[in-house]
Nanobody, 120 residues
Framework: QLQASGGGLVQPGGSLRLSCAAS????????MAWFRQAPGKEREFVAGTWWTTETTYYADSVRGRFTISKDNPKQTVYLQMDSLKPEDTAVYFC???????????????WGQGTLVTVSS
């Protein structure tokens, strides 16, 4: 089970940190990823990392502004979002898969979404 949290309302240029807690040992060798979906748009890949390596992946639109990290003992993955823009407004989801990919339909396990609104 994946549990996402941390969304909220933030002004442009601000920061938020999302958390995704994974329960159960089934995820120990999986890729953990964040996706987002804005109204009327397709769900898109944001960032990903493996529990077992330091490899990270980012969408071009967030590279340099967002940072994905993990706390293995806590089985929690974080998404630190800095320099937020109005176009970052979306529902953010955490997801898990056994192999890397940027298409949402490659991911079998999903947490509930958490809404991030960037507005003044």
């Amino acid at each position: 089970q994946l549990q996402a949290s941390g969304g909220g309302l933030v002004q442009p240029g601000g920061s938020l940190r999302l958390s995704c807690a994974a329960s159960g040992s089934a995820y120990s060798n999986y890729l953990m990823a964040w996706f987002r979906q804005a109204p009327g748009k397709e769900r898109e890949f944001v960032a990903g990392t493996w529990w077992t390596t330091e490899t990270t992946y980012y969408a071009d639109s967030v590279r340099g502004r967002f940072t994905i990290s993990k706390d293995n003992p806590k089985q929690t993955v974080y998404l630190q979002m800095d320099s937020l823009k109005p176009e970052d407004t979306a529902v953010y989801f955490c997801a898990s898969a056994t192999y890397y990919g940027r298409s949402w339909n490659q991911y079998a396990y999903w947490g509930q979404g958490t809404l991030v609104t960037v507005s003044s």
